[in-house]
């Protein structure tokens, strides 16, 4: 069983559309995160839940939009989606209260044409 | 959180052992010192992690200097699938939610 997983792995879209990605993971953590990686592979956080609740919003466009329906389950909502957009966004957990021990998804290729 | 400087590039032949340097020389008494790696196309992966004393797990090994001011992660019998970009991250721990920052990391190349 894959621990944390993503869908889709790869979305092609125009601008202007709207698209959603999940994230699910299987691991009994309450901690869960998005990150953005660009075309230059820098890494950084957007997100993060812990048990529902939003702790980390790190000045992402109002236009991305997470939602977690329990804590197994961060979804990642783009409104109006830009060139700028285009990037690998992966999705990861951890034990709340752990340390740095984060478990990545396999990542979601966006590209907005 | 302290910045880090890790080599951009390293080479090491299959079979022998792959010394990956980190240098945080601003590091405070309670940061840890994480290593984390991305194999291509897939999702970083926790490789070990350790406050002042080496450490040593299933994957890696890591020696931190007594004034902890660097760091070197070991895969001692590296294999071509340890081909990947090596981050080496310092973060206090907080209790709370992790902002783990990644910065360019060292991108070892395992030949034959």
């Known amino acids: 069983d894959t621990a944390v997983s993503q869908t889709p792995k790869y979305l092609v879209t125009q601008m202007g559309n709207d698209k959603s990605i999940k994230c699910e993971q299987n691991?009994?953590?309450?901690?869960m995160y998005w990150y953005k990686q660009d075309s230059k592979k820098f890494l950084k956080i957007m997100f993060s839940?812990?048990?529902?609740?939003?702790?980390i919003n790190e000045t992402v466009p109002n236009r991305f939009s997470p939602k977690s329906p329990d804590k197994a389950h961060l979804n990642l909502h783009i409104n109006s989606l830009e060139l700028g957009d285009s990037a690998v966004y992966f999705c990861?957990?951890?034990?709340?209260?752990?340390?740095?021990?984060?478990?990545f998804g396999s990542g979601t290729q966006l590209s907005v044409l | 959180d302290a910045k880090t400087t890790q080599p951009p590039s390293m080479d090491c032949a299959e079979g022998r052992a792959a010394n990956l340097p980190c240098n945080h020389s601003?590091?405070?008494?309670?940061?840890?010192v994480y290593w984390y790696r991305q194999i291509h196309s897939q999702g970083p992966q926790y490789i070990i992690h350790?406050?002042?004393n080496n450490e040593t797990n299933e994957m890696a090994s890591l020696i931190i200097t007594e004034d902890r001011k660097s760091s070197t992660l070991i895969l001692p019998h590296a294999t071509l699938r340890d081909t990947a970009v090596y981050y080496c991250?310092?973060?206090?721990?907080?209790?709370?939610?992790?902002?783990?920052?990644f910065g360019t990391g060292t991108r070892l190349q395992v030949t034959l």
């Open positions: 990861a957990s951890s034990p709340y209260r752990v340390n740095e021990k984060l478990f």
């Open positions: 691991l009994g953590h309450d901690t």
């Open positions: 350790g406050l002042k």
């Open positions: 839940y812990n048990n529902k609740e939003l702790i």
């Open positions: 601003t590091i405070s008494g309670n940061e840890y």
């Open positions: 991250i310092v973060r206090a721990y907080t209790g709370t939610a992790s902002k783990l920052t």
